[in-house]
């Protein structure tokens, strides 16, 4: 068996975490880096990018680079027209409700760009157990998690995408549930809990009871689309405006990647300073160096109604806990977005208390997927999670109205059953459309699929008594089973999953995925040449900035060393913009060969100096 | 829609080793392994609480926890198959079973049908096709009366922030009414009790279905206020 993690797969985002000895840890990059751009790209060559490095190209190849896919994950066409527009990727023109993305000659579905961020989290935790000398350190097995308020599609996307990434998904978990447990751990707490969490792209609000190391959510709300997106969106939009009274009517992708950029800097910016300037990086179309001044207060006057949408899902969640914001004993902040004053401030206000933050809110929710992957694997009982499903699930019945067979925020696993009979004599089959959602009417609803009962036996009109049971297991996904009750005969379903994929589909993308597992592997082996060539260029430019470099130079350097030594280096950093791994390889050697000299002396002149004033014997 | 004529069986197979187990037991008596969930047996037996209608909510709550840590699916993620089943059953049958039994008048519906009273779901879903009962005729009249009022008065342009006052004034009564059902629900239930009589469930049943009635008008108030609100 290979070990288990816990991921934390994010709208901007993603994180992965284990339990190690001394409790659960974040897993992070050579530079301390935790956080995995949810963001993949694909060169020329079909090259895919993932990370930091598919990052980079948002703003040279904005076309073949996706962000944010997690807000298209479970959902069809027609329901991301709106959204679509403000990307600068295209939805290949699909087949009916499949959505997928233009990726170069690719056209993915949402679960297949993030099985891309999966592997690279899976890898990056390969790579942490293998260096720590870990004889298995195989990844095999994660608790993924996913906001609290997704629906099925959305989670049956997310348990599909960790599939096509060769990870055997234990469970999906709620992430501000998975945040109760990261804040819980050890402690001997009781009491209520609010989770606020306000991520990249998803909003969530869950009240949770502790007692006796029962984790009780009462009741969850929120919106899968409202996160730290709309709020660069806003911005975005500010300053296209400014652009528009100078002359610059439309952005190219370019161009508004480069806004993009600024306006999320200025963001950050506005969460510990008053004002700040927006510095539009130069990109085709743009004026060059283009500013603008902007105070917090201007900021918070445009996401100020975008706050707002949060505390509905909140009252509501009270509501439903059948309690008031006074019983609250704790609110707990969670996601990149409570970073904003203007949050804090809000979240403050309706429960009256000044919200927890001692946790960093980018890093909780993958720690407390990581107690929940060891519970799993361990069978350790101190802690257990009970959760609820954040929608109501329902039949359409005559007259498309939707007849509610489990309600929202029952606590899960848990079963419905609904009774058929047959219309017809010798009716075998019987059609049914189930629908979430809290609507009276079954448009006004998410469709999940339509299932086909069959092989009822051939009996009298009327005569038939078919139990179908819906059940919701642990990870808020459902299945349904059926059976005649005078006959006990069980009955087939065929399951059309309205957006989701069929497991036929998963299938054959598994095999494709191995078929393109050699470019896979190219990329990783082009990924880890930069990131060697970046670990040399920075040692390299940290010894020429040394305060006793000067010296050490006219010192001890051959003429003409230093230029080498800074053409070399040149030479590397120029190579990092393109995408060829021999040539950059071959800088790093080059590079690494002209700095070696210089590596001794320093060296030498480090040990003297450490060794001056002290005596033999100590030494 | 009566329930198929059965003997009840008092005893279940385990899955496991084969030996037969009370149905009161949820782990098998000789091998300790979780047994299957029985299609049998009821709620109140689930949690080792005795047939009656008034209970301590914290009793219950601990009863449900220390039952969740005993089937939880998470404990048994290692286990063989037919294991794994059973806790997903018995997990699911006891979240289901909880969320009843702590609503007293969900708690009170569940002991009609477990005593052979017709269950109250199929009327009480349409209240609007449901004809008003007796003892509430007065009050609804009344508030029909003042609710097309208020609708014609909107029709007619009438400021919103009147008509929702006006609305909630119409409100009041019924939620008074309500209360009052609340009481006499629990009177019956302490009733039911200590006498243990059919003549007992009956009223308790009709109690409930006025309830029904008064929360079903209540959420047409609710949808009108919104309605109101949003315009």
């Known amino acids: 068996m290979g070990k288990v993690v816990g991921i934390d797969l994010g709208t901007t985002n993603s994180l992965v975490a284990y339990v190690g000895e001394a409790g659960p840890v974040v897993i992070r990059d050579a530079s301390g880096d935790a956080l995995v751009p949810s963001i993949v790209s694909v060169a020329d060559d079909n090259t895919f990018f993932v990370g930091r490095e598919a990052q980079r190209r948002l703003l040279t190849a904005p076309a073949r680079t996706v962000y944010s896919v997690k807000r298209f994950m479970g959902r069809g066409l027609s329901d991301v027209k709106d959204e679509a527009a403000h990307m600068p990727f295209a939805f290949a023109p699909g087949d009916g409700e499949a959505l997928r993305i233009q990726l170069g000659s690719h056209a993915l579905t949402p679960p297949e760009i993030s099985a891309f961020v999966l592997r690279e989290l899976k890898h990056r935790a390969e790579e942490h157990f293998r260096e720590a000398g870990e004889f298995d350190f195989e990844v095999d097995r994660a608790v993924i998690t996913v906001p609290a308020y997704f629906n099925d599609a959305q989670r049956t996307a997310t348990r599909d995408a960790g599939r096509l990434a060769g990870l055997e998904v234990l469970r999906i978990i709620n992430e501000p549930t998975a945040a109760s447990l990261a804040y819980g751990l050890g402690s001997k707490d009781r009491g209520t809990v609010a989770v606020y969490d306000l991520g990249g792209g998803t909003f969530d609000i869950s009240i949770l009871k502790i007692e006796d190391g029962v984790f009780q959510v009462l009741a969850t709300n929120g919106d899968t689309h409202l996160g730290g997106d709309d709020v660069d969106q806003l911005l975005v939009a500010h300053i296209a405006e400014a652009l528009r009274a100078i002359g610059v009517a439309a952005l190219s992708p370019e161009a508004t990647q480069a806004v993009r950029k600024a306006a999320i800097q200025a963001k950050w910016d506005l969460s510990d300073q008053d004002s700040t300037e927006i510095r539009v990086e130069p990109a085709p179309g743009l004026p060059s160096g283009f500013r603008q001044a902007i105070t917090r207060s201007d900021f918070e006057q445009l996401i100020q109604s975008l706050v707002e949408r949060t505390l509905g899902p909140c009252r509501q969640a009270l509501t439903d806990a059948g309690l008031k914001a006074a019983d609250v004993d704790e609110v707990v902040l969670v996601g990149g977005s409570t970073r904003i004053p203007l949050v804090r401030r809000s979240v403050e206000t309706l429960f009256g208390r000044k919200p927890h933050s001692d946790l960093n809110p980018d890093e909780v929710v993958a720690l407390g997927a990581a107690v929940q992957a060891d519970i799993l694997v361990s069978g350790r009982r101190e802690m257990l999670l009970l959760d609820v499903t954040p929608l109501s699930l329902g039949l359409e019945t005559m007259g498309g109205v939707v007849s509610k067979i489990i309600l929202r925020n029952s606590t899960i696993p848990t079963t419905g059953r609904e009774m058929f009979t047959t219309a017809v004599d010798n009716q075998t089959a019987v059609d049914m459309h189930i629908l979430q959602g809290e609507r009276e009417l079954a448009s006004d609803c998410r469709s999940l699929a339509r299932f086909r009962l069959r092989g009822i036996p051939p009996l009298p009109a009327g005569l038939a008594r078919i139990e179908v049971v819906f059940q919701i297991d642990a990870n808020g996904i459902l299945s349904v089973s059926a059976r005649e009750l005078k006959t006990a005969v069980e009955q087939t379903i065929e399951v059309k999953p309205s957006y989701g994929l069929s497991d036929d589909e998963v299938e054959q993308m598994l095999i494709d995925s191995f078929e393109h597992a050699e470019a896979d592997f190219d990329a990783r082996l082009l990924i880890e040449a930069r990131n060697e060539a970046e670990s040399v260029v920075n040692a390299t430019e940290k010894s020429l900035r040394l305060p006793e470099f000067p010296q050490v130079a006219a010192e001890e350097l051959q003429p003409g060393e230093q230029a080498a030594i800074e053409a070399a280096l040149a030479d590397l950093k120029a190579s990092l913009l393109a995408i060829d791994r021999a040539v950059i390889q071959e800088r790093t050697l080059a590079l690494n060969h002209a700095t070696q000299h210089l590596a001794e002396v320093v060296m030498n002149r480090t040990v003297k100096a450490a060794l001056s004033g002290k005596n033999v014997s100590e030494v | ?231």
């Open chain 2, 1 to 231: 829609m009566t329930s198929e004529p059965t003997k009840t069986p008092t005893m279940i197979e385990c899955h496991s080793c084969g030996a037969g187990a009370p149905l009161r037991e949820h782990f098998c008596p000789q091998c300790t392994n979780i047994l299957q969930l029985s299609r049998h047996g009821d709620y109140f037996s689930y949690f080792g609480l005795p047939r009656q209608l008034q209970l301590d909510p914290q009793e219950l709550e601990k009863r449900f926890r220390d039952l969740s840590r005993q089937f939880h699916p998470d404990f048994f993620y290692n286990g063989p198959a037919t294991l794994k089943l059973a806790s997903l059953e018995r997990s699911s049958y006891l979240n289901d079973a909880y969320r009843v039994l702590k609503n007293t008048a969900a708690r009170a519906e569940y002991l009609l049908g477990l005593e052979g009273l017709s269950p109250l779901k199929a009327e009480a879903t349409a209240a609007s096709k449901v004809a008003v009962p007796a003892s509430l005729l007065e009050e609804v009249f009344a508030f029909n009366e003042e609710l097309d009022e208020i609708r014609e008065a909107r029709e007619s342009g009438a400021p919103h922030g009147a008509l929702v006052e006006r609305l909630e004034r119409a409100r009041a009564p019924i939620v008074l009414k309500q209360d009052e059902h609340e009481h006499q629900v629990e009177a019956l239930c302490a009733q039911w009790d200590a006498d243990h009589s059919r003549a007992t469930l009956e009223a308790l049943r009709e109690c409930l279905l006025e309830r029904h009635y008064l929360t079903n008008l209540l959420a047409t108030i609710d949808r009108e206020a919104a309605s109101l609100a949003s315009a």
